[in-house]
């Protein structure tokens, strides 16, 4: 049986979050507000428990989950290159809905699913995420729906969804924004956008200067420099989410969009 924790309730809220972070430890699913859409997480160093988060939304490991993190330094951790400006635009805009797709750490013990060697962070702004997120570390999280079904605003949406296959939810009232994050990715020598979200271009592009705008079908995809084109990942998808399904993610390129 899941149990349900009203974040609004200060005592509820402090059990809630070591409830949710003791679940994470053992490997469970949890349900957590964001500053976007409601997310699904589990230990993104455990294989298994990634395995469990994808079969719970119904999809494959073509689809890897974005890895959110409670500091910059924790997703430093993760990151190998960072490329020319992905310091630059966390601190423009970390906390936020900002999603970094960038070359991962290869000596983490992790597996996140077909990654191509690349993993999508995000530090989200919310006081509940952030504070599990401190308790827990690095955390694999997807939006909490059912892939291919609209996205979360409320707990109760999660808990239609995903029912018992989450132990905790921790409620912390409907979505501000249910807009995704913008997925920008770092890997190529001028960063692109693989989902438009909260986030312009414009507000990319005052950090950045030039950035590559999100590929619509029938465009070419640019190619990577100096190596081949690799085929688009769902980083951390599916169809863009802003408010009703879930988002891409290229992935971690084929990082899974529907991330919160």
């Known amino acids: 049986m899941s149990r349900i924790y009203d974040c609004a309730d200060e005592t509820a809220r402090k059990d809630g979050i070591a409830d949710a972070a003791s679940a994470v430890r053992r490997g469970e699913l949890v349900v957590l507000p964001?500053?976007?859409?409601?997310?699904i997480g589990t230990d993104a160093f455990s294989p298994k428990a990634v395995a469990g988060l994808l079969e719970a939304k119904g999809r494959g490991r073509d689809m890897p989950p974005?890895?959110?993190v409670g500091s910059m330094r924790a997703a430093t951790a993760l990151i190998e290159d960072l490329g020319n400006h992905g310091r630059d635009l966390m601190e423009e805009f970390w906390p936020g809905p900002l999603t970094l797709v960038c070359t991962a750490t290869p000596s983490l013990s992790?597996?996140?699913?077909?990654t191509k060697g690349t993993v999508a962070v995000r530090m989200p702004m919310d006081p509940v995420a952030l504070e599990l997120l401190k308790e827990t570390g690095p955390m694999a999280v997807s939006s909490a729906n059912k892939s291919g079904q609209p996205a979360a605003a409320t707990a109760e949406d999660a808990i239609e969804q995903l029912g018992d296959e989450v132990a905790v939810y921790l409620d912390g009232g409907e979505a501000e924004s249910p807009v995704a994050s913008t997925i920008v990715d770092l890997t190529y020598a001028v960063p692109r956008v693989l989902r438009s979200g909260a986030i312009s271009i414009e507000q990319l592009r005052s950090v950045c200067g030039t950035v590559i705008g999100e590929l619509r079908k029938g465009r070419t995809k640019p190619k990577k420099a100096q190596e081949e084109s690799e085929p688009e990942t769902e980083a951390a998808a599916e169809p863009p989410e802003p408010g009703t399904t879930e988002p891409e993610a290229e992935?971690?390129?084929?990082?899974d969009r529907s991330e919160s």
Do not use: C, F, N, R
């Open 34 to 39: 964001t500053d976007t859409v409601y997310g």
């Open 66 to 68: 974005p890895v959110l």
């Open 110 to 114: 992790w597996d996140l699913g077909d």
């Open 251 to 255: 992935a971690s390129k084929d990082t």
